[in-house]
């Protein structure tokens, strides 16, 4: 039952990992003042990601246009996804512009990004605590840090999202080119609820490992607590 409980918690940190990288947690929507114009900026600058991107709504877009990134999505680019074409259309002179017009969000962002990679290394700290450590309490404490650490995720977030739908920061400052403000605004950034699925699962871990301690037989709890030092022989 020793082994059962630790691959069961690593496998759980395991699909943290997963939800957090492969998974969207990002939705971001852009309302297209110029739909037509897109299309025919694409056509004119031979732009196969402008192109792509109509394609997938036949050719008719919509008004607003959303999509949902995953971290694994910001690594490698989907050729037809809004940050490609954004990506595209915008110079690499703009580069420079583009960090002077992120600067608002920079503050909240590293503390998004620390936190986030803190989910991540606690993530693998139970891995390791469940296989390695005598006393699964740990593992315990771990989760219950990852609980809070989520929470956090979504609070700092707030401040990176804010500048953008109040329009304080817009695609044109993101792309370096005036004429990109043409193409719409953003009218919606936030976490998606597949992130809640990490706080969830660090909940199921907790409750894992309460349950496996109390289901102990009486004989190796006692045995724990001389280990642990924390037994008081009568």
Do not use: H
């Not at 907790?206 to 030092?229: C, D, F, H, S």
């Amino acid at each position: 039952m020793k082994y059962v409980y630790k691959i069961v918690a690593a496998l759980c940190a395991i699909a943290i990992i997963v939800i957090a990288i492969c998974t969207p947690i990002l939705s971001i929507s852009i309302e297209s003042f110029l739909p037509a114009g897109l299309l025919t900026i694409g056509a004119l600058l031979k732009n196969d990601s402008a192109l792509e991107l109509l394609e997938k709504y036949d050719g008719a877009m919509p008004s607003t246009v959303g999509e949902k990134i995953s971290v694994l999505n910001l690594i490698s680019p989907n050729a037809n996804s809004i940050a490609e074409t954004l990506s595209n259309l915008s110079s690499e002179e703009s580069a420079e512009a583009t960090m002077e017009a992120l600067k608002p969000i920079l503050p909240a962002l590293i503390v998004f990004v620390v936190v986030f990679a803190l989910i991540l290394i606690f993530a693998i700290a139970i891995i390791i605590t469940a296989f390695a450590s005598k006393n699964n309490r740990n593992v315990i404490y771990l989760s219950v840090a990852g609980c809070g650490l989520t929470l956090m995720l979504f609070e700092s977030f707030e401040g990176v999202a804010a500048p953008f739908l109040s329009e304080q920061i817009t695609l044109a400052d993101i792309a370096g080119s005036e004429w990109i403000s043409l193409i719409g605004s953003i009218s919606g950034l936030e976490l998606t609820s597949t992130l809640w699925l990490i706080p969830l699962v660090f909940v199921c871990i907790i409750i894992w490992t309460v349950l496996y301690n109390a289901t102990l037989p009486e004989k190796e709890k006692i045995e724990r607590k001389k280990m642990l030092g924390e037994f008081d022989e009568i």
